[in-house]
């Protein structure tokens, strides 16, 4: 059987009987055909921009939602062919050169305030506070290196390391700041406001931050009704399809079944380390090969100390990866039904795992 989202029904069919329960304890799949009746004068139209008038006139549309998190996905290929009207004709390396002359980030000692604790120096990297603040500890780590598509495994560990020790420092000065949040926003489409490379991290008290807290709280109630780990079930269900690809150091990345958006991809491991830096580096390396260049990557993880009354035991080092679209493309690539209802999504995770693979 040739493995698309398409037949993600007969795929599930197919698994062993242990496997599909996993499977059916933590998503719902359905699929229904979308049916429509085009003029002959939208023909000609059709063929250039689908391939076919017939691609259009049955679509299958496969929906799949996470039963323990309630994230979900909308799958439709054909979509990723629909016109883009307001598609802007641009040179993206040109742009990024272009942008040189007003790098607000290009002398950081003195071009961006410090916090409060000071700076943390890397080998390719230092921190700044933000000046306009998520929270109340916000840091920005600035790359040596402007342009933020040009990277290799050892800056990646650098970078991720300089944020790591910023989040110590900023514990140190706040123990009650405890809950660590890494980000990094690639160009404007991924809501990045400075085109010189940079992540910027938090570190917020009281409470993770809300999306964490109810993945932990959903992970924690999944242990107590099924008396399995969420996140080993989750990883084991898409490694039964071929959708989860090793990543050498005991880190696991699959393509995610119920995407926020195009292409995600999650990095599961036991740390924040030059490890989870390197199937980083792996996991950009291919968005690059596919024509990515505005991205986001997050890491979800444990808090930094341990906080009474909260169990993390089963959450792992999530780094969560996505495409956000052309740069270009003037359009936004979430609407009502992404912010309100459920994504919509037209890339299919069984190809984005066979990249992965090297298939």
Same mark, same amino acid.
């Given at each position: ?87 802007? $004709? ?34 390719? $990297? ?7 603040? /998520? ?23 650098? /970078? ?48 993770? &931050? ?19 780990? &969420? ?18 150091? =005991?880190? $696991? ?27 980083? /580096?792996?996991?950009?390396?291919? &968005?690059?090969?596919? =024509? ?32 956000? =679209? ?8 979430? =609407? ?24």
């Amino acid at each position: 059987m040739d493995r698309t989202i398409a037949n993600l029904e007969e795929q599930v069919a197919a698994l062993t009987a242990a496997e599909q329960a996993r499977f059916k304890r933590l998503f719902a799949v359905s699929s229904t055909v979308g049916r429509l009746v085009p003029p002959p004068e939208m023909h000609d139209w059709i063929k250039k921009q689908f391939g076919s008038v017939e691609a259009t006139e049955e679509q299958r549309i496969v929906k799949v939602t996470n039963l323990v998190t309630f994230e979900g996905a909308l799958f439709n290929v054909l979509r990723a062919s629909r016109p883009m009207e307001s598609k802007q $004709s641009a040179d993206l390396p040109a742009t990024l050169e272009e942008g040189r002359a007003r790098d607000t980030f290009a002398s950081p000692l003195t071009g961006t305030p410090a916090d409060v604790f000071g700076r943390i120096q890397g080998e390719h $990297s230092i921190t700044a506070s933000n000046i306009a603040k /998520y929270d109340g500890f916000h840091g920005v780590t600035i790359f040596d290196e402007y342009n933020p598509l040009v990277f290799s495994a050892e800056r990646l560990a650098d /970078y991720i390391n300089t944020a790591k020790r910023w989040g110590a420092a900023a514990h140190a000065a706040d123990p009650r700041a405890r809950y660590f949040f890494l980000m990094w926003n690639c160009l404007w489409k991924s809501g990045a406001s400075i085109l010189h490379g940079h992540m910027q991290m938090t570190v917020t008290c009281d409470m993770h &931050y809300a999306k964490v807290e109810q993945m932990r709280r959903a992970a924690v109630q999944y242990r107590q009704s099924k008396a399995e780990s &969420y996140f080993d079930d989750l990883f084991a269900a898409h490694a039964a399809l071929g959708l989860q690809v090793e990543m050498g150091n =005991g880190i $696991s990345a699959v393509a995610n079944l119920t995407p926020v958006k195009e292409k995600e991809i999650l990095i599961r491991g036991a740390s924040l380390d030059e490890n989870m830096a390197a199937a980083l /580096y792996r996991v950009l390396s291919l &968005y690059l090969s596919l =024509g990515v260049s505005s991205f986001n990557a997050a890491v979800c993880m444990p808090p930094l100390t341990a906080v009474e009354n909260e169990s993390w035991s089963d959450f792992p080092v999530l780094l969560r990866v996505v495409d956000r =679209g052309d740069p270009f493309n003037r359009t936004a690539d979430v =609407g009502a039904m992404e912010l309100y209802a459920q994504s919509v999504v037209s890339s299919d995770p069984f190809k984005l795992a066979a990249a992965l693979a090297g298939e």
